[in-house]
């Protein structure tokens, strides 16, 4: 788990969530990029498609568009401004092969 982003409280209800085909568990007030920084290598939080470079969220407010991932199929959303639900399916978006 990587320190990045830490929760203040100590108990924080717990929830399952679907990274890249493996179940793993979130926090409650967890937005899918917190999570994701929390979770993996901030390097492999997604990279370009065009030149294979490792982008991570910058401005964790929507305006940078760093933080881009699929969530529930649909490609290209902002993992910074939308929370972790119960079931979600987040996809990293980084070139196969």
């Given at each position: 788990?990587?320190?990045?982003?830490?929760?203040?409280?100590d108990?924080?209800?717990?929830?399952?969530?679907?990274?890249?085909?493996?179940?793993?568990?979130?926090?409650?007030?967890?937005?899918?990029?917190?999570?994701?920084?929390?979770?993996?290598?901030?390097?492999?939080?997604?990279?370009?498609?065009?030149?294979?470079?490792?982008?991570?969220?910058?401005?964790?407010?929507?305006?940078?568009?760093?933080?881009?991932?699929e969530?529930?199929?649909?490609?290209n959303q902002?993992?910074?401004?939308v929370?972790v639900?119960?079931?979600?399916?987040?996809?990293?978006?980084?070139?196969?092969?």
């Amino acid at each position: 788990m990587h320190p990045l982003f830490r929760s203040l409280r100590d108990e924080v209800p717990s929830i399952p969530v679907d990274l890249d085909g493996e179940p793993m568990i979130a926090r409650e007030q967890d937005t899918v990029a917190s999570f994701l920084l929390r979770t993996v290598d901030p390097d492999r939080y997604r990279q370009s498609v065009v030149s294979a470079q490792s982008h991570a969220p910058l401005c964790m407010m929507g305006v940078c568009f760093e933080c881009l991932v699929e969530i529930d199929g649909q490609k290209n959303q902002q993992g910074c401004l939308v929370r972790v639900r119960s079931g979600m399916r987040i996809k990293r978006q980084i070139p196969e092969g």
